[in-house]
């Protein structure tokens, strides 16, 4: 039955912690669910254009059946496939939207930034000796990428739900869908960049194990040798794996981060289409 939570009496603010924790129970308590639709996500990045759409589009998936869950909604996962299907491209659209969009940015952030620490090293050089501008140009561009770091986790911030809108919302596209993002997350940017860091940190030793440790392997090795082949995919396997596993915790995040992010900023119900009843878990 359907069932208003978006009331303020109903939907308080979630703290950094609370929106990392409601996702780890999502991630928890539909670990089979998830990690099927995850596997199968990967599987299709496989092949060029449409699989990757599909991918994006099954990662939309995910936040619809989160969000379900956490308005006391659930969806089954046939149900949710009958409206994200029709957006296919529309989640590709979005992927390649803020995807370019943060290269271009990367790199703007780093021309600019590298200009300054050269030319911060270079002055200070010329004023206190070699020895002096070496180790400015050092500070230069550590203080760079720190700045860069920050600068595109605000951006992500910006775009993490991007995708999340298109899934849950009725007649919206893709351009509309990354706005929308836009529009939800600019009160919300150094909080959103807090629960980033924390989910990171939460996924980083899956990731070290399952994706860098084996990398790690390959420095010392000859490219082209068999060895070399070997450890290349047995690392390989491992960040499909590490990929499989955090793909449903980060699009769980997202989804309780949009109902977090609407209801602050709205204020309303959130509602899904009633589906049928047989379509109920």
Do not use: C
Request: charged fraction near 10%; charge should be positive; proline fraction near 4%.
């Amino acid at each position: 039955m359907s069932e208003n939570f978006g009331s303020s009496g109903q939907i308080q603010p979630l703290s950094i912690g609370n929106v990392v924790s409601a996702a780890v129970r999502l991630y928890r308590s539909h670990l089979k669910t998830y990690l099927n639709l995850a596997a199968i996500a990967h599987l299709w990045i496989l092949v060029p254009i449409y699989g990757w759409a599909k991918y994006a589009a099954i990662s939309g998936l995910i936040s619809r059946l989160a969000f379900g869950e956490l308005i006391y909604q659930p969806e089954g996962v046939q149900t949710a496939k009958n409206h994200i299907n029709p957006r296919l491209w529309s989640f590709l659209r979005v992927g390649f939207q803020v995807g370019i969009s943060l290269l271009v940015i990367y790199f703007g952030m780093a021309i600019v930034g590298g200009l300054i620490g050269a030319l911060i090293g270079g002055v200070l050089g010329g004023i206190l000796g070699v020895s002096a501008g070496i180790t400015a140009t050092i500070m230069g561009v550590i203080v760079t990428v720190v700045l860069v770091l920050l600068g595109l986790t605000w951006f992500y911030s910006r775009w993490i739900i991007a995708e999340v809108p298109l899934a849950v919302e009725e007649n919206i596209n893709g351009g509309e869908s990354v706005a929308r993002s836009w529009e939800l997350t600019k009160a919300s940017v150094f909080r959103i960049q807090g629960v980033v860091l924390v989910a990171f940190i939460v996924t980083l030793p899956l990731l070290f194990v399952l994706n860098y440790i084996p990398s790690l392997f390959l420095i010392n090795l000859e490219p082209g040798s068999t060895i070399y082949s070997i450890v290349y995919f047995i690392s390989w396997i491992g960040s499909l794996i590490g990929g499989i596993l955090v793909l449903p915790f980060w699009q769980a995040l997202k989804a309780v981060l949009y109902l977090d992010l609407r209801s602050r900023r709205e204020g309303l119900g959130l509602q899904l289409r009633e589906p049928p009843s047989q379509d109920f878990r």
